[in-house]
């Protein structure tokens, strides 16, 4: 048959039917206008995603909406439950597998979407095909929804494969449209259905038109070539005519009625049937109005306008359809995505059911109050890779995986910054509570009632008693023979720095300031700086004493009290020189050091204020003290000989001796502690003791025994005959000589020969210790 015009082509074009029972049809629409290019066809039912394709199918267009909108209705359905790890499973074919398709590129897009599993059911399908799917579902158990795309037989194929595996309520179903509201593939399997959620585009039942097709017969309707082969379905009959049913014997009467002799509903697609007659139309009319306006049916103009023009035409109708809705076209052809959500649920009267739940259109719209979950369960379960982190844990995305992550504390002095990264604190910070930001460390010092400060003060307490005691009583008896014998000068100086060896310990615990940090410095080293300044011009005045009288009889230089203070002042002046260069090259501050207890446990951390001085500083201010005590030691050590009723030289030994074993214990425990957390407390309580201690010994052994002979042996405090420097020659010639022979004399009998050569006049008083002879000596 030829097709001399177009005009001819567009009627039977005007309907694509792309079902199984119509698709003769279409090919012989094809067939009859193989001649006729560029025709525009508009569709009733097609939905697959690649016919939107606007360079391959140019001319093609539909009522119906794609499927690309029911995925991305499925996707905003996904995100609304707050699932993130699906499984997709689909029929073979174009339609499952473009649908499926479809949804895994817009959940990309979309993204916080991740694919467990993307299953296919094939054609030849069997139950052991089922059962391997389930299967495969449940190897990723936490992901729990499942989108299909599949035919009914597949939908009713899986539903019994998990019926049969035991996993009723196990999957969350999100059926696509072929799923829709049917209640044929789930039939005696309701409770494997319950809480599947389905999507159906938006069809209105179209009143009258179940009037009209119900009084079909074969008589009214002869026109419809097609009418007799369904006939035959219908009623399951056979006509005697050309029949191709081969299944029955049964005589077709001819007297059968539609919905009376059968069960009838209506076709949920007869309104996009509808809708796609009166596209085509609309289209023809408005082109004829604009080719042909005076002319009546279709003019020359119209027979020559081509498919082009038609198809600009169709893609520009507006118009409400059959079930009252927009009918549009877009730039592909394509209808606006419209759908109905249903929720297969039990109903009040214990019936099993669709509900309608929410509707798509462009936008979600879901009823969350409406839904209803397997095994009663009233939260929207889960669907996800992974639990969401704890709050101070950070997510670590397994690779390939987006959705599934591991979850790790932020340690250490580490917070949450976002989801997936831990930042380090500053250096004056650390986490809160719950790690989700950072707070200041506290800070500390050395409180006056901590146990490290209570003992050191206690001691200072004692000892600065002890020593303004001693200096009352030698300002009181300041001119009696004792104090003078002892160097009044020297003495006094002693005293100062046994003071303020004692009052370092209160500056080393008062709070930090600029002020107290500068009294540290000056008075830290300068305690300890006077009193063996003073000791070591002492121990040197006497070693100078004994070896000038080795070689003759007269007295060395500057041990006239004068040249003693003269001196112990220029050895202090050493140490203040220091001092005065260590505030030019780095003035007095306070600090924060927040590494000193910097734990490992964020919580215990905290700041130290104290003074800007550090370890090494600490030292080299007590070296030059230290130097000074090494000497006096030296000195010590070397007039061991002296005769122990001459002068201070014994006493001043046991002192230096005792310092020394002193300061040996305290250079470990003080360089010992210096990665601790308790640096702070040990270092100050360890110096301030050490210097209590130092400053102990030698007021304990150089004034205690003076001050008990001036206080209760006043009768002992007497003026003796003073010695010439001849006699101490004398005394040492002697010293010396019988430090030969000690074997060859009785215990003590050379130092009392000497006691007696030195002072003939003098005799032991009866009942006076040997210490108090030497005194009197």
Request: net charge positive; proline share 5%; glycine share 6%.
């Given at each position: 048959m030829r097709c001399d015009t177009l005009s001819r082509c567009w009627a039977a074009a005007a309907i694509r039917i792309s079902q199984s029972v119509t698709q003769r049809c279409v090919f012989g629409v094809l067939n009859i206008c193989i001649c006729c290019p560029q025709i525009p066809q508009i569709s009733y039912a097609s939905t697959a995603p690649e016919l939107s394709d606007d360079r391959r199918y140019d001319f093609f267009s539909r009522v119906v909406p794609p499927d690309s909108f029911q995925a991305q209705a499925m996707v905003d359905?996904?995100?609304?439950?707050?699932?993130?790890?699906?499984?997709?499973?689909?029929?073979?074919?174009?339609?499952?597998?473009?649908?499926?398709?479809?949804?895994?590129?817009?959940?990309?897009?979309?993204?916080?979407?991740?694919?467990?599993?993307?299953?296919?059911?094939?054609?030849?399908?069997?139950?052991?095909?089922?059962?391997?799917?389930?299967?495969?579902?449940?190897?990723?158990?936490?992901?729990?929804?499942?989108?299909?795309?599949?035919?009914?037989?597949?939908?009713?194929?899986?539903?019994?494969?998990?019926?049969?595996?035991?996993?009723?309520?196990?999957?969350?179903?999100?059926?696509?449209?072929?799923?829709?509201?049917k209640?044929?593939?789930?039939?005696?399997?309701?409770?494997?259905?319950?809480?599947?959620?389905?999507?159906?585009?938006?069809?209105a039942t179209i009143e009258g038109f179940d009037t009209y097709f119900t009084s079909r017969t074969l008589e009214n309707n002869r026109r419809n070539v097609w009418f007799a082969e369904f006939w035959e379905e219908?009623?399951?009959?056979?006509?005697?005519?050309?029949?191709?049913?081969?299944d029955t014997s049964r005589k077709c009467t001819g007297q059968e009625r539609i919905g009376i002799?059968?069960?009838?509903?209506?076709?949920?697609?007869?309104?996009?049937?509808?809708?796609?007659?009166?596209?085509?139309?609309?289209?023809?009319?408005?082109?004829?109005?604009?080719?042909?306006?005076?002319t009546p049916g279709v003019c020359p103009e119209m027979e020559l306008a081509g498919g082009k023009k038609l198809l600009k035409y169709i893609r520009s109708v507006r118009f409400n359809g059959s079930a009252g809705s927009s009918v549009t076209f877009n730039k592909n052809g394509d209808a606006p995505g419209r759908y109905d959500l249903f929720q297969y649920q039990l109903n009040g009267n214990s019936s099993w059911g669709y509900k309608l739940v929410g509707q798509w259109m462009d936008s979600l719209q879901l009823n969350m109050e409406d839904l209803q979950w397997p095994n009663g369960e009233v939260e929207v379960p889960r669907s996800v890779c992974s639990l969401p982190c704890r709050i101070g844990e950070r997510k670590k995305t397994v690779k390939g995986v987006p959705c599934c992550w591991h979850c790790e504390l932020c340690d250490g002095y580490q917070y949450q910054y976002d989801e997936t990264t831990c930042r380090l604190c500053s250096y004056n910070m650390r986490p809160n509570d719950n790690r989700t930001g950072c707070q200041p460390i506290p800070v500390v010092k050395l409180e006056w009632h901590s146990p490290w400060a209570i003992i050191p003060v206690f001691l200072a307490i004692l000892g600065?008693?002890?020593?303004?005691?001693?200096?009352?009583?030698?300002?009181?008896?300041?001119?009696?023979?004792i104090v003078r014998a002892s160097g009044?000068?020297?003495?006094?100086?002693?005293?100062?720095?046994?003071?303020?060896?004692?009052?370092?310990?209160?500056?080393?615990?008062?709070?930090?300031?600029?002020?107290?940090?500068?009294?540290?410095?000056i008075f830290l080293g300068l305690g300890m700086c006077i009193s063996y300044a003073a000791l070591l011009t002492k121990t040197n005045r006497i070693y100078r004493i004994f070896e000038q009288g080795k070689k003759s009889v007269a007295a060395p230089r500057l041990i006239s009290p004068t040249s003693q203070l003269a001196i112990t002042s220029s050895l202090i002046s050493v140490q203040l020189m220091g001092v005065l260069i260590w505030f030019g090259v780095d003035p007095p501050n306070t600090i924060i050091d927040y590494d000193e207890q910097k734990t490992s446990n964020p919580s215990q951390a905290r700041g130290v204020l104290k003074c800007d001085i550090t370890d090494l500083q600490i030292i080299c201010s007590l070296g030059y003290s230290i130097l000074l005590m090494v000497t006096c030691t030296v000195y010590a050590i070397k007039t061991r000989g002296v005769p122990e009723d001459f002068n201070e030289a014994k006493p001043i030994g046991f002192t230096m001796?005792?310092?020394?074993?002193?300061?040996?214990?305290?250079?470990?425990?003080?360089?010992?502690?210096?990665?601790?957390?308790?640096?702070?407390?040990?270092?100050?309580t360890t110096l301030t003791i050490s210097m209590n201690l130092s400053a102990s010994v030698a007021l304990g052994l150089l004034y205690m025994p003076k001050v008990y002979v001036i206080i209760f042996h006043p009768e002992l405090n007497v003026q003796k005959r003073k010695r010439s420097f001849k006699a101490v020659v004398t005394a040492a010639t002697m010293t010396s000589r019988l430090s030969h022979k000690p074997s060859e004399r009785p215990n003590g009998e050379a130092k009392t020969e000497l006691c007696e050569n030195t002072d003939s006049t003098s005799k032991r008083k009866p009942g006076l210790s040997r210490s108090m002879q030497l005194i009197v000596c």
């Amino acid at each position: 048959m030829r097709c001399d015009t177009l005009s001819r082509c567009w009627a039977a074009a005007a309907i694509r039917i792309s079902q199984s029972v119509t698709q003769r049809c279409v090919f012989g629409v094809l067939n009859i206008c193989i001649c006729c290019p560029q025709i525009p066809q508009i569709s009733y039912a097609s939905t697959a995603p690649e016919l939107s394709d606007d360079r391959r199918y140019d001319f093609f267009s539909r009522v119906v909406p794609p499927d690309s909108f029911q995925a991305q209705a499925m996707v905003d359905i996904v995100k609304a439950m707050a699932w993130n790890y699906v499984s997709t499973v689909a029929s073979e074919g174009s339609y499952g597998e473009k649908g499926v398709e479809a949804f895994m590129q817009l959940s990309r897009e979309a993204g916080g979407i991740c694919i467990a599993q993307s299953l296919k059911i094939p054609h030849d399908r069997k139950q052991a095909d089922f059962d391997k799917v389930v299967r495969q579902l449940l190897e990723t158990r936490h992901a729990r929804a499942v989108v299909t795309f599949a035919s009914d037989e597949d939908i009713r194929g899986i539903l019994n494969a998990t019926k049969r595996a035991n996993q009723v309520g196990r999957f969350l179903w999100i059926g696509s449209d072929s799923w829709g509201a049917k209640l044929s593939p789930l039939q005696q399997l309701e409770d494997a259905a319950v809480g599947a959620i389905t999507i159906l585009p938006k069809r209105a039942t179209i009143e009258g038109f179940d009037t009209y097709f119900t009084s079909r017969t074969l008589e009214n309707n002869r026109r419809n070539v097609w009418f007799a082969e369904f006939w035959e379905e219908n009623f399951d009959c056979k006509l005697m005519s050309f029949s191709k049913k081969e299944d029955t014997s049964r005589k077709c009467t001819g007297q059968e009625r539609i919905g009376i002799d059968s069960q009838y509903e209506q076709e949920g697609k007869v309104q996009f049937v509808i809708d796609a007659v009166y596209a085509m139309a609309h289209a023809l009319h408005n082109m004829q109005k604009d080719l042909c306006p005076d002319t009546p049916g279709v003019c020359p103009e119209m027979e020559l306008a081509g498919g082009k023009k038609l198809l600009k035409y169709i893609r520009s109708v507006r118009f409400n359809g059959s079930a009252g809705s927009s009918v549009t076209f877009n730039k592909n052809g394509d209808a606006p995505g419209r759908y109905d959500l249903f929720q297969y649920q039990l109903n009040g009267n214990s019936s099993w059911g669709y509900k309608l739940v929410g509707q798509w259109m462009d936008s979600l719209q879901l009823n969350m109050e409406d839904l209803q979950w397997p095994n009663g369960e009233v939260e929207v379960p889960r669907s996800v890779c992974s639990l969401p982190c704890r709050i101070g844990e950070r997510k670590k995305t397994v690779k390939g995986v987006p959705c599934c992550w591991h979850c790790e504390l932020c340690d250490g002095y580490q917070y949450q910054y976002d989801e997936t990264t831990c930042r380090l604190c500053s250096y004056n910070m650390r986490p809160n509570d719950n790690r989700t930001g950072c707070q200041p460390i506290p800070v500390v010092k050395l409180e006056w009632h901590s146990p490290w400060a209570i003992i050191p003060v206690f001691l200072a307490i004692l000892g600065i008693t002890a020593t303004i005691f001693v200096m009352a009583t030698f300002i009181r008896y300041n001119d009696t023979p004792i104090v003078r014998a002892s160097g009044r000068e020297l003495s006094y100086v002693l005293l100062t720095g046994i003071f303020l060896c004692y009052i370092i310990t209160f500056l080393m615990i008062a709070m930090p300031d600029v002020a107290i940090c500068s009294f540290r410095r000056i008075f830290l080293g300068l305690g300890m700086c006077i009193s063996y300044a003073a000791l070591l011009t002492k121990t040197n005045r006497i070693y100078r004493i004994f070896e000038q009288g080795k070689k003759s009889v007269a007295a060395p230089r500057l041990i006239s009290p004068t040249s003693q203070l003269a001196i112990t002042s220029s050895l202090i002046s050493v140490q203040l020189m220091g001092v005065l260069i260590w505030f030019g090259v780095d003035p007095p501050n306070t600090i924060i050091d927040y590494d000193e207890q910097k734990t490992s446990n964020p919580s215990q951390a905290r700041g130290v204020l104290k003074c800007d001085i550090t370890d090494l500083q600490i030292i080299c201010s007590l070296g030059y003290s230290i130097l000074l005590m090494v000497t006096c030691t030296v000195y010590a050590i070397k007039t061991r000989g002296v005769p122990e009723d001459f002068n201070e030289a014994k006493p001043i030994g046991f002192t230096m001796y005792t310092t020394c074993i002193v300061w040996l214990a305290f250079i470990p425990i003080f360089f010992g502690t210096a990665q601790s957390a308790e640096k702070l407390y040990i270092q100050t309580t360890t110096l301030t003791i050490s210097m209590n201690l130092s400053a102990s010994v030698a007021l304990g052994l150089l004034y205690m025994p003076k001050v008990y002979v001036i206080i209760f042996h006043p009768e002992l405090n007497v003026q003796k005959r003073k010695r010439s420097f001849k006699a101490v020659v004398t005394a040492a010639t002697m010293t010396s000589r019988l430090s030969h022979k000690p074997s060859e004399r009785p215990n003590g009998e050379a130092k009392t020969e000497l006691c007696e050569n030195t002072d003939s006049t003098s005799k032991r008083k009866p009942g006076l210790s040997r210490s108090m002879q030497l005194i009197v000596c």
